[in-house]
């Protein structure tokens, strides 16, 4: 039973870093204002902590 709840706890986990990641792509993706590099780098960072990233991408538009 331990072992299904741990499952259940990666699978969610899983879930919302795919499409947390997915959200950060399409939106870096549509911003005409950064550089093709730019969106290439923003979009492995999204892959990788999809949370923080977004916070900071985030941060750097407002600012």
């Known amino acids: 039973m331990n072992e299904l709840i741990i ?12 499409l947390l990641a997915g959200k950060m792509y399409r939106t870096v993706h ?3 204002g950064l550089s ?10 999204s892959l990788i902590f999809p949370g923080f990233f977004w916070w900071q991408y985030q941060k750097q ?3």
């Open 30 to 32: 549509q911003d005409a």
């Open 7 to 18: 499952y259940a706890i990666v699978f969610v986990l899983l879930i919302g870093h795919c």
């Open 36 to 45: 093709f590099r730019e969106k290439n780098d923003w979009k492995l960072k």
């Open 61 to 63: 538009k407002q600012g």
